[in-house]
């Protein structure tokens, strides 16, 4: 079963680029990799999906080397509203049971200030 | 489109006792997934329900249990309420059983055990 890790937390200002990086050494061949974010007392809510190199959606890149052992999030340039914590989740079917296994990390949480 | 909706949003119980925490997916959506954050922490795989099934939990003990109705809402049932069950629960569903399907969260049903 991969077991995920994380930065407990991280600061930056308005404006700034900010990396969050998860590593997950024991990620199965048929894992995606997929980052959440979430404010106090709310579901998370999905940012981002990848399994292997760049993605790009409208709010974040996700990098994923070729090794997969390890991801990281991009948001290009934070502002107040980005402060909430980030979780990694490495998951999806085992090609042995079919059973549906779910890791989330143990989340970043991110402060921007002003 | 509706998000999924989880109910009560607060619960409180005492010890020994049961709680039941209730979840509608998002229509179309065929697989229901439950989590537990306890305060300040990550996020837990519960259970996993899809097609009315369960296809897979976490390491709970057996007094964490579920179901899930023909209408693919489910519900949670935590029988002999311990203190250390106090927690956020947080309900997901997908389109799609396994894979790279994102999830999408609910707000959370709050149980306090007293």
Redesign the interface.
């Known amino acids: 079963l991969a077991k995920t890790t994380q930065p407990i937390s991280m600061d930056s200002y308005e404006g700034q680029e900010v990396n969050i990086t998860c590593s997950h050494n024991n990620i199965a061949t048929n894992d995606y990799i997929t980052w959440y974010q979430q404010f106090p007392s709310q579901g998370p809510r999905f940012i981002i999906q990848g399994y292997k190199t760049k993605v790009t959606n409208e709010v974040a890149s996700l990098f994923i080397p070729a090794d997969r052992k390890s991801s990281t999030l991009s948001l290009p340039r934070v502002s107040l509203s980005d402060t909430a914590v980030y979780y990694c989740l490495v998951g999806g079917l085992s090609m042995n049971t079919g059973f549906q296994k779910l890791v989330f990390g143990t989340g970043t949480r991110l402060l921007v200030s002003p | 489109e509706a998000g ?1 909706t989880q109910s009560p949003t607060h619960l409180i119980k005492t010890r020994g006792q049961q709680a039941t925490l209730r979840c509608s997916p998002i229509s179309g959506h065929t697989s229901v ?1 439950w ?1 537990q954050q306890a305060l300040g922490l ?4 519960l259970l ?1 329900y899809d097609e009315g099934e369960e ?2 939990r ?1 390491n709970f003990p057996p007094r964490f249990s579920g179901r899930q109705f023909p209408n693919y809402s489910s519900e949670l049932n935590v029988n002999a309420l311990e203190l250390e069950d106090s927690a ?1 629960y ?1 309900c ?1 569903s997908s389109p799609l ?4 399907d ?7 049903t ?1 149980l306090t055990v007293l």
Request: no cysteine.
């Open positions: 999924v997934y989590y990550g996020l837990q795989f996993w296809r897979n976490g956020l947080l997901a059983a396994g894979g790279a994102t999830q999408y969260f609910g707000p959370g709050r």
